[in-house]
């Protein structure tokens, strides 16, 4: 244990004091805290400091301050790139410490059950595959109930307490009570005129949740600029799940072009944009992924006719220990992949797409002059403003958001940003993997390679008795007891 904590001081005092998002992880490698910080230094230390109120107030932080046993963290270039790359994280490893974040009963539906002859109108905190629409979420219950109110008096519908009654006319009586007095038309209603009062109240729900998402998206410009983060993270949140269940309550269909038909539109508008005399049908992405400097990998991917050819897709090892030199491994992995094609009379890709701006554009070219070879056409998307960039004279490119051609060099460059963050991920696991059973004494590397070949990762390891651990060869009853208890310490502290 003092060992452990020694080792967890050295790696907070290495820390860098700039903005950032650091991960927080347990004795297995498994993270269970993202947060975001304008110093990373200080601020990950301020949770190891006994004197710090807040952890000691608070035991459900004290209880993870703990647990932590290792730390890695992502340098940014400024707090608002520090709190965007923090909620992507959350949501990528869904740590069991972010409950903010993940937990998402703070936030209230609006379930209208249409399928119903009579729908009503209810608070919900879940949205279910049943055919109801939902609206919201809304994060404000009291203001949301007192919204519920008033469209009751202005549209005259049911709520979810309501009794209504059907007549003998086939009219239908909506309440019983003194509220069939306070609102606006019949109490008595016809199934169809009542289904009418249902499409005005579901418009202006939909017409309120729209304004309630500008509205959101302005306050957290505001808060962001005025450097108050959290309360931006958490309208931020609640910006993406609005949008989203807006993006999913719908009410009318259109006929939009197939998924083939769009990928074929975006083809040529690519081509169009780029001055293509032919359609640019191959084309290959590449982007750069490590961990301040460590785990430095790159991915290629590979898109035909629009669409990705999934087992053309290639990932790098930067042999070069690059480390934070983002150009020098764009240099190398490039120049590997289109050597490897010249020597093997390979044809080259109709288009080169790199993820960054000009540094890693020209990077890329000058492997090509390295190899002799002359260059496919080659551009760069600059993230910040998804920008094209070019190798030569041309001028930056701006694409309007919505532009096709855009929307297919961002998918290229998503999926190359994926790829790449898996094998890193991947590497790091392999290396938590190997670095846990490191840290058990007696146990050499033939055994330790024979351990997980037999269980595969390290939560299969976690599982395994003392009685499967015996079973793998050179691990007898005394070894397999010790290691047992080795893996389990954690969890009797």
């Not at 050295?10 to 110093?39: C, E, F, H, W």
């Not at 729900?205 to 959101?216: C, D, N, P, Q, V």
């Not at 992405?285 to 050819?309: E, I, K, Y």
């Not at 934070?324 to 992949?337: C, I």
Request: glycine share 8%; aromatic share 8%; hydrophobic share 40%.
């Amino acid at each position: 244990m003092q060992n452990e904590k020694h080792e967890l001081g050295r790696v907070i005092r290495a820390l860098p004091q700039t903005s950032g998002v650091y991960l927080m992880k347990d004795r297995l490698g498994q993270i269970i805290y993202v947060g975001k910080a304008k110093n990373l230094k200080r601020r990950v230390s301020s949770y190891f400091q006994g004197s710090r109120r807040f952890v000691r107030a608070q035991p459900k932080i004290a209880a993870m301050v703990e647990m932590v046993r290792d730390i890695s963290v992502h340098q940014t270039s400024s707090e608002t790139e520090a709190l965007l790359l923090e909620g992507k994280l959350i949501k990528q490893y869904k740590p069991r410490y972010n409950t903010d974040f993940t937990d998402d009963k703070q936030f209230l539906l609006v379930q209208v059950d249409l399928q119903n002859k009579l729908p009503r109108f209810r608070l919900c905190r879940n949205k279910k595959e049943d055919g109801s629409h939902y609206y919201g979420p809304f994060a404000q219950a009291g203001m949301l109930r007192s919204t519920l109110s008033e469209m009751r008096k202005k549209f005259g519908i049911l709520l979810a307490d309501a009794k209504p009654e059907m007549l003998a006319d086939g009219k239908v009586r909506l309440y019983q009570d003194a509220r069939a007095e306070i609102f606006a038309g019949h109490n008595e209603t016809t199934l169809s005129e009542y289904r009418e009062r249902v499409d005005l109240a579901c418009s202006f729900l939909e017409g309120r949740t729209k304004e309630l998402l500008k509205e959101l998206k302005e306050e957290m410009g505001k808060c962001a600029e005025t450097m108050n983060f959290e309360k931006a993270a958490k309208l931020r949140d609640l910006v993406d799940a609005l949008a989203k269940t807006i993006r999913k309550t719908k009410r009318f269909t259109r006929n939009w072009p197939k998924d083939d038909q769009l990928e074929d539109i975006a083809v040529k508008a690519l081509g169009d944009v780029l001055a293509f005399n032919d359609l640019p049908q191959v084309i290959e992405c590449f982007d750069v992924s490590h961990v301040s400097g460590t785990f430095v990998v790159a991915s290629m991917v590979r898109f035909v006719n629009g669409r990705p050819d999934r087992r053309s897709y290639r990932r790098f090892k930067v042999r070069g220990g690059m480390g934070n030199d983002d150009f020098g491994s764009m240099h190398e992995v490039v120049g590997r992949r289109y050597g490897r094609l010249r020597n093997e009379g390979r044809s080259m890709p109709d288009l080169i797409v790199i993820d960054g701006g000009i540094g890693q554009v020209n990077a890329a070219l000058h492997a090509f002059m390295d190899l002799s070879i002359q260059a496919p056409p080659l551009i760069g998307l600059a993230k910040r403003e998804e920008t094209i960039v070019f190798g030569d004279e041309r001028a930056e490119l701006k694409l309007p958001r919505r532009h096709a051609a855009l929307r297919l060099l961002q998918r290229l460059r998503d999926e190359a940003h994926r790829f790449a963050n898996q094998f890193n991920a991947d590497l790091r696991s392999k290396k938590i993997r190997e670095s846990v059973l490191d840290d058990f004494p007696g146990l050499g590397k033939v055994k330790r390679t024979s351990i997980l070949e037999k269980f595969g990762s390290l939560e299969g390891l976690k599982k395994a008795t003392i009685a499967d651990l015996k079973k793998v060869e050179g691990i007898g009853p005394k070894l397999a007891n010790r290691l047992f208890e080795f893996l389990h310490q954690g969890k009797r502290a």
